[in-house]
Structures are given as structure tokens and as C-alpha cells.
């Protein structure tokens, strides 16, 4: 999945505040699936009587939703936890309780070490067992310190409560909606098998309920979440197999739901039917986050991506053949162990041949545990940095010149939040880009057309069509 990707790092959830009832900040780095979690768990404190805070300062419970997907996104953790520790300390002396949790994919991969090294912890949790915060806070406060990392024999889902109508209605007209978690491509330079397990599809049924729950609170635009959402398979009604394309076209039915989308897929999985759903689906946007990390066989190969450079630019040119006007957005790791200057150039390549709409690209992280970590010959910091600033700057002259196609041309796009101007509001486009525009008589959640007038560093700018 796009861990990281979306810039989503670090971001406090907003909610209401109660009065006399424990209060709960969560921190969530990482990626979309992580901002899921944080809601469900928020969910799940709830009914256990917290209320959510953006005040660090009058949180009882200061809960990390960590993630492991580099090197640095996993020790921003810890930095973070030596600040909570001195923060206990006053809160201590104080007398007034102060727990600190970490949840999310640094608590899965380091569980114990994590109690050895920041003692102020009170609870580790996994992503597998969120449903079971309540019961471990309970023994927290029966004076343990609880460690939960072990793969729940029982659905997670199955426990997990879904919020209320009008605490759902709070979180705006687009929501995500995990579908499927953990991974089985084993990419030889990836902690995700390991901290998020194996593949594993929810049940129709299940997110069929909790789609149809976020539409009736005014949800206009789903993405499915997944590790590796294409992979998704389950049964249909009539005990048939399932895979993403049929849950996209069964949701698509759904009264009042306007778009789907999903996130993250692999060029393996993306089979015939999910390609004809982008022809076919008018509620499946025209974007598509379709990693390809490098552009070299030979590197490829390393990765075990199982795929050559040629067979994904030919995917890509079968899904524009579906849908021309889809936009593409990837993921690249530069300096993979053994990446010569060719092979970076193989990369460059691809992404001269693709033209993204969108991109993320990372040097490589050497991560414990993943066979990547045990390859010799890895590519110098100062090179890492030189390949990625050039696969940068190429990467933004795509987007900017993506969104400079888009002036003068008319979009619908799905109205988001208020923008900063009085009257203005901020929507979102077919193609995922911000869209600031003068909505008088207009509310959130409608869908209008409007024309693009200019570009801005971020957005896009636009007046009624
Ligand atoms: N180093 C650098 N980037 C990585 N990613 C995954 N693992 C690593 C790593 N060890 C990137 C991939 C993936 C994205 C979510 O993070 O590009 O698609
Ligand atoms: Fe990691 Fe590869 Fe699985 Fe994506 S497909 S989660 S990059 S192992």
C-alpha cells in the first residue's frame, strides 16, 4: 500500500470533546490503511468511554499508530516516545494517569524490543489485534504492561464497532474502507509481509455493511484499502468467486455512492475484469496507483517483482486502451542494492514512457528481516540522493505538466471542505488533485461541473461550468 504517500504524516484526528470522560490523542504516521486504523481504534475507545482530543497536553492516553515502512519513518517513533516519557514524568508527579500505547507496524515488527527500549510504554499492539485495546488499556490498568502482536485467530473486523451516524457524518463525504490487508509478494526489499502477515480478503457481506453504513452518513466517494487490493477474493451471493472488479460494479449500485476508488495494487493482479471495470464503471475514477519501484530487469528481478519493465508499460497501455483518460501515479525506490547508473536509467526510462499524473519515490531503506538487508552490495548514500533528486525533478515536471493540460478543460469534482476564502470551497477532481473554487448556493458533498481556470503549486482552480 501507499505507505506515506499521501503526506499524511503525523496527523492528529480532530473530535468533539466530552467532559468528564478519558481522553484519547492519536498520532498517526504512515499511510492511508494507518488513517483507517486510527478511526477504527478511536471507534473502539469510544464505546470504552474516550473521547478523541487534538491536545496532546489533556490526553490520559497518547496512543502512536506507527509505521515500519523505511528507516526513518520507524525512529521518528522513538524519538517521539522520549518525548512522552518526560511527559509522563510531570504527568506522574502530578498524579494523573498517562498511557502511552503504540499501535500500527513499528508495535508488530519490534514488539518487545519496544518495551525494553522506551520503559514508559505501556501497551504494544499490532494491526491484527485492535479490537482487543479495550481488554489490554484494562490490564494497563491493573498495573501490566501489555504486549499484543500475535495474529488474532478471530476477524478483527468482526469487533471492531462501527461508529455512529453522526460521528461518521463528522468525518466528511470521502472515507476509506479497508478491504483487504497484508501481502504475499514478498518484495525482497519490503517489512510488509511481516508486519501486516499474509493475504487476507474481508467478506462481501461485511463490506458491503460498512460501505452502505458510510454512505447513509453522507459518504459520496469510497477508496478501498489494501496492501495489495487487487488481490482481493472472496464469494459472491450466489457462492461465486469474487475478485475486486465484481465488489467495484456490486458497490457502484449503491444509491448516493458517486465514486470508488482503490489503493495499493500490483501489476501482477491486475487482471482482464478490473481492466474492463475502468471502461465500463462511470463511479470508478480514472487513477490508477500502480507501483513499478524500478524500471531494470535486472533490478526488478531483485526486487522479485516478478514482472518486467516491458510487461508494465504494456499493462499500462491496455488499461489506457479501456480508459484514455486514466491517470497513472507509482511508487519508485532508487538505490536498491546492486542499482548501476544503467539501471537507474531504466527507471527514468519507464517513467518518460508512463507519464505520471502523480508519483512517490524513496531511497532505498535497508530493512532487518527482509532479504534485501542481506545483499552486499548497496549503493552509497550521496548516489541514492543524486538518483533521487533527478527521478524527482522529473517526476514533478509530469505532474505540473498534467495538471497544465487540465486549464481550460470541465470536470466534475466532488465537493470536499470549506476553502480558505469565505464562499470558497475545495473539491476534489476525477483525478484525485485539490480543486479551489467560488461555490455560492453550493454544499458539501454535491458534484459540479466546473471549468479549470488555473494551476496552483498543489491544486488546481476553477469556476462553475
Ligand atoms: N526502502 C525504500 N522504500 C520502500 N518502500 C517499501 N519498502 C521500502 C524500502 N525498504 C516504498 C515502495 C512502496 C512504498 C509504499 O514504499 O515504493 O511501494
Ligand atoms: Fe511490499 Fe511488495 Fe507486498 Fe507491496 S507488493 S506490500 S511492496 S512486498
Excluded at 239 to 256: D, F, T
Amino acid at each position: 500500500m501507499t505507505q506515506d504517500t499521501l503526506g499524511l504524516d503525523a496527523t492528529p484526528i480532530a473530535m468533539a470533546h466530552g467532559a468528564n470522560s478519558r481522553k484519547v490523542f492519536i498520532k498517526t504516521y504512515g499511510c492511508q490503511m494507518n488513517v483507517y486504523d486510527s478511526l477504527r481504534m478511536s471507534d473502539a475507545l469510544a464505546k470504552d468511554g474516550y473521547v478523541q482530543t487534538e491536545d496532546m497536553g489533556e490526553a490520559d492516553l497518547v496512543l502512536l499508530n506507527t509505521c515500519h515502512i523505511r528507516e526513518k519513518a520507524a525512529e521518528k517513533v522513538y524519538s517521539a516516545l522520549g518525548r512522552l516519557r518526560d511527559m509522563k514524568k510531570l504527568r506522574e508527579e502530578e498524579g494523573r494517569e498517562f498511557v502511552i500505547g503504540v499501535a500500527g507496524c513499528v508495535a508488530q515488527a519490534e514488539g518487545e524490543e519496544i518495551l525494553r527500549r522506551a520503559p514508559a510504554v505501556d501497551v504494544v499492539i499490532g494491526p491484527q489485534t485492535y479490537h482487543r485495546l479495550p481488554q489490554a488499556l484494562a490490564r494497563v490498568r491493573d498495573g501490566e504492561r501489555v504486549i499484543e502482536t500475535d495474529y488474532a485467530v478471530e476477524d478483527k473486523f468482526e469487533h471492531l464497532p462501527v461508529a455512529e451516524k453522526a460521528k461518521l457524518r463528522s468525518r466528511g463525504v470521502t472515507a476509506f474502507l479497508t478491504v483487504q490487508e497484508g501481502c504475499d509478494k514478498f518484495c525482497t526489499f519490503c517489512v510488509v509481509p511481516y508486519t501486516r502477515g499474509s493475504e487476507v480478503s474481508r467478506p462481501v457481506s461485511q463490506i458491503l455493511d460498512e460501505a452502505m453504513k458510510l454512505v447513509d452518513a453522507g459518504v459520496r466517494e469510497i477508496t478501498l484499502l489494501g496492501q495489495n487490493v487487487n488481490a482481493w477474493r472472496s464469494t459472491g451471493p450466489k457462492g461465486e468467486e469474487w475478485g475486486l472488479a465484481e465488489l467495484l460494479y456490486r458497490l457502484a449500485e449503491i444509491p448516493g455512492l458517486a465514486r470508488l476508488r482503490y489503493t495499493t495494487s500490483h501489476p501482477r493482479d491486475m487482471d482482464d475484469r478490473l481492466i474492463e471495470a475502468h471502461r465500463e464503471l462511470r463511479a470508478l475514477m480514472p487513477y490508477l496507483h500502480l507501483p513499478v519501484q524500478a524500471g531494470s530487469d535486472r533490478i526488478l528481478k531483485a526486487m522479485n517483482r516478478r514482472h518486467t519493465g516491458e510487461e508494465y508499460l504494456r499493462l499500462i497501455e491496455r488499461i489506457r486502451t479501456a480508459r484514455p483518460d486514466i491517470a497513472m501515479s507509482g511508487d519508485f525506490i532508487v538505490g536498491f542494492p546492486g542499482e548501476t547508473d544503467q539501471d537507474f536509467e531504466d527507471t527514468l526510462a519507464i517513467v518518460e514512457a508512463v507519464k505520471y499524473a502523480q508519483a512517490f519515490s524513496f531511497k532505498y531503506s535497508t530493512r532487518p528481516g527482509t532479504p534485501g538487508a542481506d545483499l552486499t552490495d548497496q549503493v552509497p548514500e550521496d548516489v541514492k540522493a543524486e538518483r533521487l533528486e533527478r527521478l524527482q525533478a522529473r517526476l514533478l515536471k509530469q505532474q505540473n505538466d498534467f495538471a497544465q493540460s487540465l486549464v481550460g478543460k470541465t470536470m466534475d469534482v466532488l465537493l470536499e471542505k470549506p476553502g480558505r476564502m469565505p464562499g470558497q470551497l475545495i473539491g476534489r477532481s476525477p483525478w484525485l488533485q485539490s480543486v479551489n473554487l467560488d461555490a455560492k448556493n453550493m454544499k458539501i458533498g454535491d458534484i459540479i461541473h466546473v471549468r479549470i481556470t488555473a494551476t496552483g503549486p498543489n491544486s488546481l482552480f476553477a469556476e462553475v461550468a
